[in-house]
C-alpha cells in the first residue's frame, strides 16, 4: 500500500465517487477510512468514530467478526469463483440458499435468487414480477406502482420506480409505465395530514385511484420499503403496509417489499414486513446478508410466484436473467456465516432496544434545539432527523450548516449520514448503551455548531 501523501494527494483523483459531484470532490475531499474494529471506524489522520451510518445501512454484525472473515478467507482458498448459471453450481451455495430460505420462512419465501447487491435485487424482482403475469396469460401487467420518498437502487428498472427525483432526473427518460403515490409521510404530505393513521388512508385512496385509472389489468406490481430509509426514514403507521397488501390483493397485483435496509433485523424484527404483520410475494434483499462484508443480494421469491414458474413451460418460464457474481461461492460462504452470526447475536433484539434508546435520545435533542423538524424512528435502528431553518414554515437547512453539524459531530465523536437536509443513522445492530450515547452527545455538539 503507498503512503498517506500518496493517498491524500490522489484522493477523489482518478476515482468518481458515487452521489456526489466529481468536481466538488476536488475541493473538499473525501474522508479516508482505513480501519475499523467494532462499531468505530478511523481515518487516515488516527480519528476514530463511532459508526452510526454503518458502513451504509449494512455493516449489522459490526466491523470484527471473526467467523464472517474467516468463511470468506477459507471459501477463498477452495472455490474463489465458479458460475452459477443454469449447469453448474457449488456447496456455499446450495448450503446459503437454504439457510436464506429458512431465515424467512415465516414470511412465506419458498426461493432464492442470489445477486450481487440490492439494485440488482431490485432489477430482478421487477422483471420476475411482469414474467410472472406473462406466465399466468396476463401479458399486460408490466406498469410497476411505488411510493414518492422511495429509494429502490440505481439501475434504470430501479430509478423508475425511486420516489426522489435527484436519482431520476438526469438519467431521464426512464422506464415508461411506472407511478407514484404519496407516501404516508405525516411531516410533509399533499393532503396536510398529520395523523398518521388518517393519512395511511388517504395514501391507501390514492392507491386505488390510480389502479382504477390505470386499470388493474396493466399492472404487475406495487414495490414499498417498509420503512423508506434513504428518503429519510419514513416510519409509516403499522395500519399502512397491511392496507397495501388488501389492495394488491383485491387487484391482482404482487406486492414486493424492498428489505435491503430493513432485512436482517435492522427494524427489530427479521424483516421489515414482519415487523408490519405482512407478507409479500417478493422481497429484495442485501446489505445485511453479509454485513457488508462481500457484495451479495438475493431476491427472495413466495410460494404463490415460484408455484407458477416451476409449473411453466420451458419457453415461458426460464429465467434469462442473472449476474456472473450470483451465487458467488466466496459471497455464498459470507451469506452462510452472516445469518448465523445475526441469529446466534439475536441482532434484532438489541436493534429494537438501542434503536428506541437512540430515537428517545433525538426527540430530547429536539426539545433544545428548533432546528429538529422532525424525528422519526423507533422501530429498530434506522433514525431520522429532518432539520430545518425554520420550524414554523418548515424550511428545509440550507447545506453548508448540514454540512458543519455533520463535521462538528464527526469531531466530537460520531460518524452520521446526510440526505440532504436529513440526518439518517444506521449504526451496527451489536452497538451498546453507551456507544448511543457517544452519538447522542456528537449530535448535541453538532446541533449547537449550527
Ligand atoms: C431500499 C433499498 N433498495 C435498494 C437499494 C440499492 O442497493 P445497492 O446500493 O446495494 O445497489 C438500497 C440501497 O441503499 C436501498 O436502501
Redesign the pocket.
Known sequence: MKDDNFLKENNARQIWHPMGHPGDAHTTPPKIITRAQGVTITDIDGNTVVDAVGG??CVNLGYSNDKLKDAISGQLQDLPYYSAFAGTSNPPAIEAAYEVQNFFVEDGIERVFFTS??????ETVLRLARQYHRIRGEATRTKFLSLKK??????IG?ASVNGNNRFRINYEPLLPGCYHLPSPYAYRNPFHETDPVKLAQLCAQAMEDEIQFQDPSTIAAFIM?PIQ??GGVIVPPETFMPLMRDICDRYGILLIS?????GFGRTGDWSGARHWGVKPDMM?T??GITSGYF?V?AALISGKVAEVFENSDSAQGGIYHGYTYSAHPVGAAAVTACLQETLRLDLKTNAAARGTQLCEGVKALAEKYDIIGDVRGGHGLMTGIELVSDKATKTPMDLPTMSKIHQTAYEAGAMVRLGAHNILMSPPLTITEDEINVILNALDKGFASA
Do not use: C, R
Not at 117 to 122: A, L, P
Not at 150 to 155: E, K
Not at 258 to 262: G, R
Open positions: 451504509l445501512w447487491g440490492g439494485s440488482d435485487s431490485v422511495g429509494y429502490h437502487g440505481t439501475h430501479g420499503e430509509g434513504a424492498d428489505e435491503v435496509i430493513t429484495s442485501a446489505k457484495p443480494g
